[in-house]
């Protein structure tokens, strides 16, 4: 039985694709620099027997397994590459090598499993019918995020698939269970970047200035009105400011007050909707307490939609692999991811790995010094992964 084969494979591989994490884990590279993670990627789909490989996206991969009969149908499977400017503060042998830089988002996690999963696919592609490509991308943590420019590359053409797979590490999940959600799942993501100008001066004088703290401080409250009273109920919504730099004194009030935020919500006409209010309420605002207003509005990531159907076969596949009681039922989340992108085109399944093992004390969240994964789960990363494909091609 195909399941049981795969089942196998990944069992043997494991110890494999453990160690394939560890050499990521310790050779970080920053988003769209991942020459050493490219090259290395490349260099293990050559000693799996994987020798159609293009180049995308400048450190990206697209990369093919035909099965039998390979132009039936084609399915995508994905992962990222690329880490994050973070310091690590795990005390481990694979511990990052690169200063500054850290896997502190699960993506060396993801790039094995995909590894792991194409060494499973090509060894038992004479079992199924269809193609595989594996897609392997660069610069997901960074805007405009690799997968646009994967995208514009051409990587989902020649041959076009009808669906596209991608899993991601959840530190909330126990280790040996996984999580999907069909349609929307997770948020459009733009970046806000103001400065708000007046007139500086000394703070015993406030009559000569036009102070843009105050004005600034006045605009940030307003903006909330956005969410609280200009979105629907019904659709999620956040919008938060992380940095306020006003490099005044006690008694010095600074010409101009930089901000940057964060606006995300799951619905794209309201998404345009949004930016015209900020605008309009930031604008009105500044203007009207006498300051000049810079806004500038970014945008990102777009939503991300599990196509319900094929979610729902990958679902019962997950189920069939692992059991019911291990496959969970997720929440929307509000976080960005760049997955979105290929899900807007063609049909997505995006769904989470269990990482978390409170026992081992491996439980920070994503984007921390301490993340860490129970590499047990990487088992599951790449046997599920080709579970899931071979039962996407098998559905006619």
Known sequence: MLKEKIKSLAKAYKEEVIQTRRHLHANPELSFKEYKTAAFVKERLLEIGITKIESKADTGWAALIEGRNPEKNTLALRADMDALPIIEANDVSYKSQNPGVMHACGHDAHT????????????????????????????????????????????????????????????MIPVGKVGFRPGIYMASADELYITVKGKGGHGAMPETLIDPVLIASHMIVALQQVVSRAASPKIPSVLSFGRVEALGATNVIPNEVKIQGTFRTLDEPWRA???????????????????????????????????????????????????????????????????????????????????RNEAKGIVSGVHTPTFDIDEDALEIGAGLMAWLAVSELQKG
């Open 112 to 171: 094995a499993s995909l590894l792991g999963a194409a060494k499973i696919l090509n060894e038992i592609k004479d079992q199924f019918e269809g193609t595989i490509k594996l897609i392997f991308q660069p610069g997901e943590e960074v805007a405009p995020g690799g997968a646009s420019l994967m995208i514009r590359d051409k990587v989902l053409e020649n041959p076009t698939p009808s669906g596209i797979i991608g899993q991601h590490v959840m530190p």
């Open 273 to 355: 909707r949004a930016h015209e209010k900020m605008l309009q309420i930031a604008h009105g605002i500044v203007e009207g307490m006498g300051g000049e207003l810079d806004f500038e509005i970014r945008k990102g990531y777009p939503f991300l939609k599990n196509e319900p159907e094929m979610t729902a076969r990958a679902k019962q596949a997950a189920q069939d692999y692992l059991g019911e009681e291990n496959v969970l039922d997720l929440d929307i989340w509000m976080a960005a991811e760049d997955f979105a992108f290929y899900s807007q085109i063609v049909d997505g399944c995006f769904y989470r790995l269990g990482t």
